[in-house]
Structure formats: structure tokens, C-alpha cells
């Protein structure tokens, strides 16, 4: 399993793969700075892949945890570098 995330066109917008997608239903991405403790989501179609956005410029790391709103199966987890 791996969660990645991919910088898209030098702006502060990433594209987040993920595995264990069913093509169907729905999910909710969990994301954590481990520095901070902040905690951010999103929710959307489970396709394998959504996009997200950071402030501009902001550098770090977050763990992700992406679950199955269906059945609240974690499908995927790991940790993604912004910036």
C-alpha cells in the first residue's frame, strides 16, 4: 500500500493516489502534521486519486489515512512531503 502525492504544475496543488479504491462509494482522507498536530480532511468519490490544495509556499509533511465511508475500511495510509 502507498499513498502518494504528486506537485501539480509548480503550484500549491497536489494530486493524492491512493490504493485499495473500489471505483465506487465514497472516502474521507485523514490528514495529520506531525509537527503540529493540525488536523485537515477531504471527502469524495473513491477513485484512487483526489487533489488537494496548501497554502502557498507551505513546506512539510502530513500522515494520510484514506478510509471507505461504506464500511470505515482503511484502504490506504502513509506520508506525503508538501513543498
Do not use: Q
Amino acid at each position: 500500500m502507498a499513498v502518494e502525492a504528486t506537485k501539480v504544475a509548480n503550484r500549491d496543488l497536489y494530486d493524492v493516489t491512493y490504493d485499495g479504491s473500489s471505483g465506487s462509494g465514497t472516502i474521507t482522507a485523514r490528514f495529520e502534521n506531525p509537527d503540529s498536530g493540525d488536523i485537515s480532511s477531504y471527502a469524495g468519490k473513491d477513485d484512487g486519486n483526489f487533489v488537494v490544495t496548501v497554502a502557498t509556499g507551505y513546506t512539510g509533511t502530513a500522515e494520510v489515512t484514506v478510509t471507505s465511508d461504506e464500511n470505515g475500511e482503511e484502504l490506504d495510509s502513509g506520508t506525503i512531503t508538501f513543498g
